[in-house]
């Protein structure tokens, strides 16, 4: 992979430092940035190629840096990957649906960290958001425009919900959907609740039988598809 832009912000140095040395090592140029504020600078002056933000920042947090980067043009497609101690579950949740990629709780594995951001990469380089015909993500092959699922070659009977369900989560490729993530992708319906998400997914489950760990359950979060 080519050299990439990774822009840290993170008002903790030990985490900041640790971090800008191993992404150094992998030979990312890595910017760095204390505040909301420096981190927001940078990100409109240097226009990195990932965003590593911490949510729990002094004077503008992070859900208003993240913000603030979604509503600038320039960088609004530019991934984001929230970094956030556990137990910021509800803000992490907002992170996603302002638009974040991914995220990450401290404390956090390192191989972790770095796979999620080279995941990050790749999408972007071979940018997405075109709907693919025929997707084959592990056993599964899922027919766009027949609108049908094989399972090991053998055809599933879903609902259109569950179909849609399992294409969104398909085409995250392991990144985590919220449960309003996916009701507004495949429901499109605001006034439906969390539980009816919950129900969908469990009937999709069980009709993919051993396969029903491809779906995995994040927990006060979403769900997110399971890469082999
Ligand atoms: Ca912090």
Do not use: C, W
Not at 59 to 66: F, K, N, P, R, T
Not at 115 to 138: C, K, Q, Y
Not at 152 to 170: G, I, R, V
Request: charged fraction near 30%; aromatic fraction near 4%.
């Amino acid at each position: 992979m080519s050299k990439k832009i990774i822009l840290i912000i993170e008002d903790e140095t030990d985490i900041r430092e640790m971090l800008r040395l191993r992404l150094n090592k992998e030979g990312h140029v890595v910017l760095v940035a204390d505040s909301g504020e420096a981190g927001l600078a940078l990100a409109l002056e240097r226009r990195p190629d990932v965003i590593l933000l911490d949510l729990m920042l002094p004077i503008m947090g992070g859900l208003e840096v993240l913000r603030k980067i979604k509503s600038e043009r320039t960088v609004t497609r530019t991934p984001i990957i929230i970094v956030s101690a556990r137990g910021d579950e509800s803000d992490i949740v907002v992170g996603l649906e302002l638009g974040a990629d991914d995220y990450v709780t401290k404390p956090f594995k390192m191989a972790v960290l770095i796979a999620r951001i080279n995941a990050l990469l790749r999408r972007t380089v071979s940018s997405e958001e075109a709907v693919d015909p025929l997707m084959i993500a592990g056993p599964l092959k899922i027919d766009m425009t027949g609108y049908h699922v094989l399972l090991d070659d053998n055809p599933l009977s879903l609902t259109k919900t569950e179909f849609q369900l399992l294409y969104e989560l398909a085409k995250a490729k392991g990144r985590v959907l919220t449960r309003n993530q996916l009701i507004e992708r495949v429901i499109g319906d605001s006034y439906v609740t969390d539980r009816t998400i919950d129900v969908h997914l469990a009937s999709l489950r069980n009709k993919l039988g051993d396969a029903r760990n491809l779906i995995a359950t994040v927990r006060g979060v979403g769900y997110r598809f399971v890469q082999s």
